[in-house]
């Protein structure tokens, strides 16, 4: 897709997630179940992430409201998709479905072929969502993260 392309249907449009839509995109994520949200998703990480992935989220317009959103990006490796979300009275419409196939769509055209999503593993629904579009579940897998912040906290405080 190119750069700007918006894509119509049932009066939905879909553009680049802009950094001027960080605030009404953020209410819809306060609102939608299964989007967590933490120190990522300020203004200025949000802006650093967009930054750094041009181009590949998106947000869905209907009557020039934000109905839907996603972001999208790369590590050069693998891509990722975070926090997809549609607002309620516009699901089961083909929202998500057209966010997601955007991200794939940008992936592919810097040679990205596999992307991954983190789902709370209480978030029934969000999983339901996904295995019915085809993603597959990696069971063998288990996602560990290590915060440096908080570990060099640990060492100052033992040595102080
Ligand atoms: C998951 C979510 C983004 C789906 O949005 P949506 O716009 O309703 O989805 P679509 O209309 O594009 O659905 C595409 C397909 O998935 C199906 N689908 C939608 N929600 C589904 C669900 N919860 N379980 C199973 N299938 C689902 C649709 O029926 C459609 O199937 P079809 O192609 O066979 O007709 C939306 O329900 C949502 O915002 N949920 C809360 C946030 C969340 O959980 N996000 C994902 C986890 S990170």
Known sequence: MKTGTL???DGVRLRAFRIRD???????WKRTEGVGLNESDTRSAIATFLRRNPRMSFVALKHGKIVGAVLCGHDGRRGYLHHLAVA????KQ???RQLVAACLAQLKEVDIHKC???VYANNVAGMSYWKHNGWKLRDE???MQFIPAVADAAVFCRTC
């Open 22 to 28: 960080y605030k009404e995109v953020l209410r819809l």
């Open 116 to 118: 991954s999503i983190f």
């Open 94 to 96: 083909g929202i998500a």
């Open 141 to 143: 897998l288990r996602i």
């Open 7 to 9: 894509i119509k249907s």
């Open 88 to 91: 309620r009275r516009y699901r």
